[in-house]
Each structure stands twice: as C-alpha cells, then as structure tokens.
C-alpha cells in the first residue's frame, strides 16, 4: 500500500474546494457519495469534509466513468470483487455473517450486516476502501487482486 503523509489523510477540504481541486463537478461528487463510492468525512454539522486522498480517489472514479466508460453499476460491480475477506483475514465463521461475502453488486462497506471485524471499524480508515489510491488504471487494480 502506498503510504501518504498524515497531512493528505486529513479532511480539511469543502465540497467546492474539492470541486475546485479536482476538477469534478459538485453535483457528481455528491452522486459518487450517494451511491456510496466514496466515503466523506462528516462534521458534527453533517458538512462533508474531503482529504487529498480523498481527491485522488474522487479523480480515480472520474476517471473510470468519464475516460473508461464504466457507469456508476459497473464501478460498484468492480469494487465489490476486492476480496476483504482475504485482506482483512476473516475466519469461515465471520465469512457467514457478511453480506459483502456474497454480493457481485456493491462494495463491502455498503453491507448493512458485516461479520464482527468490521462492525467497529471505521470504513473510511479501512485498508480495504483504501485500496483504489494505490492504482492508476483498472487493469493495474485488477492484475494486484488476482495475482
Ligand atoms: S471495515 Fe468496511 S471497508 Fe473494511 S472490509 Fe470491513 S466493510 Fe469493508
């Protein structure tokens, strides 16, 4: 995993600062959180807060919809094939427990019923959403996950 300085984790950003920084516009960023593509962080006033990762994983998903021609169903497809229960090293038993095991349609931290490592983890801080930073194109996230 690539490792970002503390400083770029750190959700400092508005919703049209990070419109103006990624060059996405404001209502596609609150479509990819609506549908659950990225997880902003929420003040206690429920304003969303964006890091400069969380910029990176905004362009990345840009990227997929605009240049590769994915839709929004299809990117939810893609995602809900990283297997999290091999990185996050859930037993059988957890495996049972979790939707996300079973589900070809959206990503683990959509679940509504997670097996027992993930109830008290903080999904934004995840190794597993976390993923899509480290990857430039689809074919480069894909040959990681299968090899
Ligand atoms: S903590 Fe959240 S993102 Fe991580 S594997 Fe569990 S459901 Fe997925």
């Not at 690539?2 to 209502?27: D, N, Q, R």
């Not at 997929?64 to 994915?70: I, P």
């Not at 979790?98 to 019923?113: H, I, L, M, R």
């Not at 997670?114 to 190794?127: A, S, V």
């Amino acid at each position: 995993m690539k490792i970002y300085s503390i400083e770029s984790t750190i959700p400092v950003y508005t919703m049209s600062i990070t419109s103006e920084l990624s060059g996405i516009p404001i209502h596609s960023i609150r479509q990819y959180i609506d549908k659950g593509l990225i997880i902003p962080f929420k003040k206690e006033s429920n304003r969303n807060l964006f890091s400069q990762v969380d910029i990176l994983r905004l362009k990345f998903i840009h990227k997929l919809l605009v240049d590769d021609g994915l839709n929004i169903a299809g990117i939810k497809t893609l995602l809900s094939i990283i297997p999290c229960w091999a990185i996050r090293k859930c037993t059988a038993e957890e495996r049972e427990k979790c939707q996300s095991f079973y589900s070809n349609t959206y990503p683990c931290w959509e679940a509504s019923e997670k097996g027992t490592i993930c109830k008290n983890t903080n999904c934004r801080e995840c190794e597993v959403y976390r993923i899509v930073e480290n990857y430039p194109d689809v074919k480069s996230f894909l040959k990681t996950i299968i090899t």
